[in-house]
Nanobody, 124 residues
Framework: QVQLAESGGGLVQAGGSLRLSCAAS????????MGWFRQAPGKEGEFVAA????????SYAESVKGRFTISRDNAKNTVYLQMNSRKPEDTAVYYC?????????????????WGQGTQVTVSS
């Protein structure tokens, strides 16, 4: 089992940058594929990005491709989401998630463990 805790959320102006972190504790962090998801007010949750256990491969939603970067540091048990060129539509609660079974899961139903989320607000 693994526990996840996101941090780094806040208020940023459109066009600005922000980096989210997700610290993991518990079982070996490198055993998990990691993902970021978000949920905006009144909308369903959506996939943002995912990264394989070793960090060698990543996947992004089309809406964030070229602006967001997911990375991980297995020595620090942490996964990051660097968000550049922020847009007001990026406003949401961002969640990190962990999956011990799949290489690069994109569906939130495939993830077993979730953090509590961190609010990101982008002002126009």
């Amino acid at each position: 089992q693994v526990q996840l805790a996101e941090s780094g959320g806040g208020l940023v102006q459109a066009g600005g940058s922000l980096r989210l972190s997700c610290a993991a504790s518990g079982r070996s962090f490198s055993s998990y594929a990691m993902g970021w998801f978000r949920q905006a007010p009144g909308k369903e949750g959506e996939f943002v990005a995912a990264i394989r256990r070793s960090g060698g491969r990543t996947s992004y939603a089309e809406s964030v491709k070229g602006r967001f970067t997911i990375s991980r540091d297995n020595a620090k048990n942490t996964v990051y989401l660097q968000m550049n060129s922020r847009k007001p539509e990026d406003t949401a609660v961002y969640y990190c998630a962990a999956d011990p079974d799949r290489w690069l899961p994109l569906d939130p139903r495939e993830y077993d463990y979730w953090g509590q989320g961190t609010q990101v607000t982008v002002s126009s």
